[in-house]
C-alpha cells in the first residue's frame, strides 16, 4: 500500500528511540511521506545524532520527508537571535543536555562559566544546523490530515488554518484543553503536549494508559515524551496504525 503519511513525534534528543522506532515502520516507496513534528532536540543525550539521523533520512529513504519546527528549534533561534533566557534558563527544558551532546561532552559534565555562556546563546550550535532550523517548515498538509506541531487557535468564530495563522507562532506554542477537546474539522496530529496530562476520558484511543497516543474526535496528539522517560510514538495514516519505540524492548 503507497501513498502513506507516517507522523513522528516529538524525539528530543533519544536516538536510541528514533532508531528503535525507524526499525519497525515498514518498507517505504515515493508515494509515502513521514512527517517530524518537531522538537528533534533537549533533554535526551543525543541531540546531535538525532538531528543529524533526520538531516540525512532523505538520502536513505525513497519516502518524501517532510521536517516540521517544534517550539524548541523556535526557542533556540530566539537565543541565538536576541537571547532567550526564559527557555535557556530552567533546567527541565534540557538546554544543558543539547549543549553538551553538540559538544561531544559526558553527560555529567559541569558546564564552565564560558560554556554556559556559549549555550545560553546557542553558539554552540554549527552554522549548517541553525541554517536548517531556520529552514524547519511551520506545517504540512495532505489528503491525510494536517500536521502541526502544537496546534491551531480559534479566533472566536472558528480554528483558524494554519495558512491564516499569522503570525505563526501559536503553531508551535499553543497548548489549550480547548483544542484538544473542542476542534473540529480536517484531522490534525499534533506534539508538544504530553499525552499523560492530556484528560484520557476524552481520548478515543486507550484512555486506560494515558501515556499512550491520545485521539479525540479530530486530533491526534504524540508527544509520548520521548527523552524524558518515555517513549516515541509515529502514527500511520490513513490505516490509524501506531508505532512505538517501547514495543522493540518488551
Known sequence: MADRT?????????????????GMLPPLDRADTVVFLGDYVDRGPDSA?????????????????????????D?????????????????????QACFRSFSGLAADHDLTAPEDASR???RFFPADVVAWMRDLRWWH????????????PWNG???LH????????????????????HYEGKPMVVGHTVTGVLPPELSSFTPEDPTDLWAGPCVYAIDTGSG??????????????VYESRRATR
Open 6 to 22: 507516517f507522523v513522528i513525534g516529538d524525539i528530543h534528543g533519544d536516538i536510541r528511540a528514533l532508531a528503535a522506532l525507524w
Open 49 to 73: 545524532a538525532v538531528v543529524a539521523f533526520v538531516r540525512t533520512l532523505g538520502a536513505r529513504t525513497p519516502a518524501q520527508v517532510v521536517t516540521l519546527r517544534g517550539n524548541h528549534e
Open 75 to 95: 526557542a533556540w533561534l530566539r537565543a541565538i537571535d536576541e537571547g532567550f533566557s526564559p527557555f535557556t534558563d530552567p533546567p527541565n527544558n534540557g538546554t
Open 120 to 122: 545560553e546563546r546557542g
Open 141 to 152: 498538509e495532505d489528503a491525510h490530515g494536517i500536521y502541526v506541531h502544537a496546534g491551531v
Open 157 to 159: 468564530e472558528r480554528w
Open 162 to 181: 494554519p495558512s491564516e495563522v499569522d503570525p505563526p507562532l501559536p503553531l508551535l506554542w499553543l497548548r489549550t484543553r480547548q483544542f484538544f477537546t
Open 228 to 241: 524524558k522517560g518515555g517513549f516515541l510514538t509515529a502514527l500511520e495514516l490513513p490505516a490509524v496504525h
